[in-house]
T-cell receptor, first 112, second 115 residues
Framework: GESVGLHLPTLSVQEGDNSIINCAYS??????FIWYKQESGKGPQFIID?????DKRQGQRVTVLLNKTVKHLSLQIAATQPGDSAVYFC???????????FGKGTMLLVSP | GAVVSQHPSWVICKSGTSVKIECRSL??????MFWYRQFPKQSLMLMAT?????????EQGVEKDKFLINHASLTLSTLTVTSAHPEDSSFYIC???????????FGDGTRLSIL
């Protein structure tokens, strides 16, 4: 992900809406990407990952899209629920390296 | 599977105290663990990579004598914040990979408050 800022972008949605969270990364050599969900006071929880040889991957209610041309990653959450409220981070990693680079994060607020 | 446990979850200490945080992989062995620091409303910043049986690799700007890391077994890494001061107050999180092809799994973090 890109370098950290001091203000967390926020996305507010209504329950049942679809949510799209975006992330830009800067390392063109990155070939593995992960989305994590972090609830308040807890560590990040793995949601879904994608490798650079794919441009889309689907999980349960979540879809990750990868556009390597513009170094952009998105997380789509279908039928967003109040329990989805959290901060979402993208992270990327290059082949041969084990260290992740985290994006700045987006806070998702879901209203009932 | 792939559970990472941290202890303690919250600690409040006086300035000058040294604080030890434990990170355990409960159901897998981890030759490598990672320590992160997170300030409120910010992202995770990697502090160091902990290597079992050898010295930790610290990121630029992280004082190795301030943040002592010990990875004495395949399931335990410890981070000791020596002579902690209020500016060391933060959320410290560890992670580990079950295997090289799997994503990092994170502990639930330790909130450190130095008075």
């Amino acid at each position: 992900g890109e370098s950290v800022g001091l203000h967390l972008p926020t996305l507010s949605v209504q329950e049942g809406d679809n949510s799209i969270i975006n992330c830009a990364y800067s390392n063109s050599a990155s070939d593995y990407f992960i989305w994590y969900k972090q609830e308040s006071g807890k560590g990040p929880q793995f949601i879904i990952d994608i490798r650079s040889n794919m441009d889309k991957r689907q999980g349960q209610r979540v879809t990750v899209l990868l556009n390597k041309t513009v170094k952009h990653l998105s997380l789509q959450i279908a039928a967003t629920q109040p329990g989805d409220s959290a901060v979402y981070f993208c992270a990327d990693l290059s082949w041969g390296y084990s260290t992740l680079t985290f994006g700045k994060g987006t806070m998702l607020l879901v209203s009932p | 599977g792939a559970v990472v446990s941290q202890h303690p979850s919250w600690v409040i200490c006086k300035s000058g105290t040294s604080v030890k945080i434990e990170c355990r992989s409960l159901d897998f062995q981890a030759t490598t663990m990672f320590w992160y620091r997170q300030f409120p409303k910010q992202s995770l910043m990697l502090m160091a990579t902990s290597n079992e049986g050898s010295k930790a690799t610290y990121e630029q700007g992280v004082e190795k004598d301030k943040f002592l890391i010990n990875h004495a077994s395949l399931t335990l890494s410890t981070l000791t914040v020596t002579s902690a001061h209020p500016e060391d107050s933060s959320f410290y999180i560890c992670s580990a990979c079950p295997t090289g092809n799997q994503p990092q799994h994170f502990g639930d973090g330790t909130r450190l408050s130095i008075l």
